[in-house]
């Protein structure tokens, strides 16, 4: 029997009606705690399961909402007359639609009917729930003037706020709102309209409803069947054979579910499905693991679809997959100098530099004309050591082992600027949130060396919030929590690998996560972050909005402005990261107070909606972006991601390519943000491809423009040292798209060689554009140079 998908859409608008008397003091008055710097601009939340049933689920879009800036408890009431209230999208935030720097209370009211027929044509008939994904900074929703569910601490209406009650306030703009509630509910009205109303406080950056879906279903098959699809690695069989194990679970009250289980295999690039199986399911426990066995290439772009049809109701749950491949050839046995060819350092300061090489190990290393001071370390490639004299040093690097040897040179530049490309490194914060601890800094420091990416250029070992101690010790020094032993022997075990090590601080009393931040202690938090042996601070506004008077530009900068002077008198180059979402312009003015790098974005997620949003928005700071100086968008959210509770990041396989390729045109400093001991092949596939890695760290220190910027597709462009051009063909829709290239816009002209940087090989010499077909949502990066021009690679 076929299947026939029943999926009302309701059309909503807004009705005008009498208003009511006033609603009760159960009201909110939420601000700032933890996060709230910790902004974003727009970003969904995208579901995994696409749920379909014969027995037609039913949706109901809410889509046409109302809003009004301020706050009134009246516009709870369903009587409430709204209809001089604009028009509002939801999805993304309100400041993108006409209320640019707006921070306060808001309300979205929405009038929709709720047919019983949405309850009687369910396959589940008890409790319908309402999906209002995610809200930025806290909320209170009513149903029909009745609360319906609630978000942080609650202050009575009208109460004058204290800054006191303000640093208790929790705010929780990353959660998802989705309220489930009996089918016969007294808050519902059945066959009649209803109404929802929001009430939301954003304290600064982004606020409201930024995340999709936003409806109203009843509960469905693909509520109580999940499919695992990430505990199990996609394995490598003999004779070519892929091999996927997947895990379903019965999380229903139902003692079994009994079904068949469909795959299908579909190669994205041929179109062909090269694999459909099907296999019975008696799930009479809580989860029961399945495994698939298809013919295929690890390079290969391969999508599952995964279908459960229950045995009774004929409902069927969909999930649907994208593997991952692989484009990064492997390092070859020969050895191979990686990384920056350009690297800064103030006289008279300690200097670190491990050579990033790969090749078949024991490996050993040479550099001439070492200036005076320093040595090298010729069995690790370790450099260290002082110099005194400023200057301008090429040192002659040779690394050699029993298959051949590689020549490169490298600028050292002693003078007063550091970070002459931008930092490359892991920070603890997207895969540990506050739970980050002594023995997970090391365990990131032992994989950077097991794994190899500190042989690709990869260096700074950053420890984000969570690591301070409660008080300060008799003498005013801050000190670590019990997390952390020695700070000091923590930074010598990450020295000693030749990389170099990172904390986290707040000008304000207390850092994001509530722990100690440097405010009134700025001087005596310098000199214990260099006494420690630091090499990077990330200092992040957080609690300051307390101290601000405001938000102008001298208020801005005061704080940062401060710690630089403290940050100066410590006999140690400390890379300084400004953390502050980029108010005021930042990247005009990063660089006077001393910032080596500075966020221009709030908050980075693993979705595509948060990475393309912040990485396609980039331009405005572009002119500013040069060696020492580098606008930062925030970390990456590849592999395993999750503030504490790692799991696969969200974007696909095609998504993390323009993820990496488009920082690396964007001249970014690139912070891993995973869970290095999930690393797979993979991600490491990502991190590990020299090519574009030298995108990112090429001397010239120029960021990406967009060149072409359509709501289909982007062309970025990055000026090159060495007068080639770095172009990323970039697809925004949800199919494959071909995209060009001319060389009159790249103000090019001749024969050009075009070379695929990813997978590292000429696509040939093009006399006048170059085109091709790009996946969903992905990249082509290539690089244009002039024919027979001399290409480093």
Request: charged share 20%; with cysteine; glycine share 8%.
């Amino acid at each position: 029997m076929i299947c026939i998908l029943i999926k009302l859409r309701q059309i909503i608008t807004a009705f005008p009606v009498e208003k009511n008397a006033p609603l009760s003091d159960f009201t909110l008055k939420c601000l700032i705690k933890n996060q709230i710097q910790m902004k974003k601009t727009l970003f969904s939340f995208s579901f995994i399961l696409a749920g379909l049933s014969c027995f037609a689920q039913q949706t109901i879009e809410l889509n046409n909402w109302k809003f009004k800036t301020g706050d009134n408890p009246v516009w709870a009431k369903p009587a409430y007359n709204d209809a001089e209230w604009k028009t509002i999208r939801v999805g993304e935030v309100w400041e993108t639609q006409g209320y640019k720097n707006y921070n306060g209370y808001a309300w979205y009211r929405i009038s929709f009917n709720l047919p019983l027929a949405l309850k009687e044509k369910a396959l589940f008939k008890d409790s319908i729930q309402f999906l209002l994904g995610k809200i930025d900074d806290c909320d209170q929703t009513y149903l029909n003037g009745k609360l319906l569910g609630q978000n942080t601490s609650i202050v009575p209406f009208g109460k004058t706020v204290t800054l006191k009650d303000l640093s208790k306030t929790q705010t929780v703009w990353n959660s998802t709102r989705n309220y489930t509630i009996a089918a016969n509910d007294p808050r519902l009205i059945w066959d009649k309209k209803n109404v929802l109303s929001i009430r939301v406080y954003d304290g600064s950056g982004g606020g409201g409803l930024f995340s999709l879906p936003v409806n109203i279903r009843m509960k469905d098959l693909k509520d109580f069947l999940a499919f695992d699809v990430n505990s199990k690695a996609l394995v490598t069989k003999p004779a070519g054979i892929l091999s996927k194990t997947i895990i379903l679970k019965n999380l229903s009250p139902l003692p079994k579910i009994t079904g068949t289980l469909s795959t299908e295999i579909f190669d994205l690039d041929t179109k062909q499905v090269i694999s459909k199986q099907s296999q019975a399911v008696n799930l009479n426990k809580a989860e029961l693991a399945f495994t698939v066995d298809f013919k295929a290439e690890l390079s290969q772009r391969l999508r599952a679809n995964y279908t459960f049809t229950d045995s009774g109701s004929k409902s069927t749950v969909i999930h649907t997959q994208e593997f991952p491949y692989i484009l990064t050839p492997a390092s070859g046995e020969k050895p191979k100098i990686n990384g920056a060819r350009v690297v800064g350092v103030r006289p008279g300061h300690p200097f670190l530099f491990r050579i990033p090489a790969t090749g078949i190990r024991p490996m050993s290393f040479q550099a001439l004309n070492l200036p005076k001071g320093l040595t090298l370390d010729a069995k690790s490639g370790i450099i260290s050591g002082k110099v005194l004299l400023p200057g301008e040093y090429p040192v002659d690097l040779k690394a050699l082992n029993a298959k051949g040897e590689f020549s490169a040179v490298l600028k050292i530049v002693m003078g007063d600027r550091i970070a002459l490309t931008p930092p490359m490194g892991w920070n603890s914060w997207n895969c540990f949130g506050l739970s980050v601890e002594e023995v997970k800094v090391k365990a990131s420091a032992d994989i950077f060396i097991s794994s190899g990416l500190a042989d690709h250029g990869w260096t700074y070992i950053n420890m984000d919030d969570g690591w301070e101690a409660p008080g300060r010790n008799a003498a005013g020094q801050i000190v670590p929590n019990e997390k952390f032993k020695d700070m000091k022997a923590l930074t010598a075990y990450i020295h000693s690998f030749g990389l170099k090590a990172g904390l986290y601080s707040s000008p304000g009393p207390m850092t994001c996560g509530q722990f100690l931040g440097s405010y009134q202690h700025e001087e005596s938090d310098a000199k214990s972050y260099a006494d420690w042996g630091f090499d990077y601070l990330k200092y992040d506004w957080c609690s300051y909005d307390q101290i601000a008077v405001d938000q102008s530009l001298p208020e801005l900068q005061k704080p940062y402005k401060i710690m630089q002077l403290a940050l100066e008198k410590a006999n140690r180059d400390i890379l300084y990261s400004l953390c502050q979402y980029g108010n005021g312009d930042v990247w005009k003015w990063g660089g006077s107070v001393g910032g080596n790098a500075w966020r221009t974005t709030g908050d980075i997620f693993e979705t595509w909606e948060s990475m393309s949003q912040i990485g396609f928005n980039q331009d405005a700071g572009a002119p500013y972006a040069k060696p020492g100086n580098w606008n930062d968008p925030d970390m990456l959210v590849v592999g395993w991601v999750g503030f504490g509770n790692p799991r696969p990041t969200e974007l696909s396989p095609d998504e993390q390519y323009t993820h990496i390729s488009l920082w690396s045109l964007l001249a970014a400093p690139l912070l891993i943000g995973c869970d290095l001991t999930k690393l797979d092949d993979f991600t490491l596939s990502l991190l590990t491809n020299d090519e574009v890695i030298a995108i990112d760290q090429d001397p010239l220190g120029k960021q990406a423009i967009a060149l072409i910027k359509t709501n289909d597709f982007q062309i970025m462009v990055k000026e090159l040292e060495d007068g080639s051009k770095a172009v990323g063909l970039f697809n925004l829709t949800k199919n494959e798209l071909k995209i060009s290239v001319s060389w009159d816009a790249l103000k090019i002209s001749g024969k050009q060689t075009v070379r695929d940087l990813w997978r590292q090989k000429e696509l040939g010499v093009f006399s006048d554009s170059f085109e091709s077909v790009v996946p969903s949502h992905g990249v082509v990066l290539v690089k244009i140079s002039k024919q027979n021009a001399d290409i480093q690679k």
